[in-house]
């Protein structure tokens, strides 16, 4: 399994970019795909998750209302558009796959398949 992200960059508060997740060589339809960030000297949180079988999604609190996961199944890419975007969403931005049947979360532990991480910056 690959996955591939692209989208990040500099960006000013207020601002909004879209990062794309690019998948290959799942073996079942019903993986997840879940976004994470890191920001230096801080744990990998989770941001966003949506199971590519049914379309259902998941957001953390602090992302809520600001940014929206989507998928194109025939791409095999996962979206994530980042609106109103803030300094603290500063950090570097995985995707990760998920096997676990059905799975709908950001336990990392879950997620099997990440990433190379893509940089967003927010900042004036």
């Known amino acids: 399994v690959q996955l591939v992200e692209s989208g990040g960059g500099l960006v000013q508060p207020g601002g909004s970019l879209r990062l794309s997740c690019t998948t290959s060589?799942?073996?079942?339809?019903?993986?997840?795909i879940g976004w994470f960030r890191q920001a230096p000297g801080k744990e990998r949180e989770g941001v966003s998750s949506?199971?590519?079988?049914?379309?259902?999604?998941y957001y953390a609190d602090s992302v809520k209302g600001r940014f929206t996961i989507s998928r194109d199944n025939a791409k095999n890419t996962v979206y994530l558009q980042m609106n109103s975007l803030e300094p603290e969403d500063t950090a570097v931005y995985y995707c990760?796959?998920?096997?676990?049947?059905?799975?709908?979360?950001?336990?990392?532990?879950?997620?099997?398949?990440w990433g190379q991480g893509t940089q967003v910056t927010v900042s004036s």
């Open positions: 990760a796959g998920s096997e676990s049947y059905y799975y709908l979360g950001l336990e990392l532990y879950e997620y099997d398949y």
């Open positions: 060589g799942f073996t079942v339809d019903y993986y997840a």
């Open positions: 949506i199971n590519v079988s049914d379309g259902s999604t």
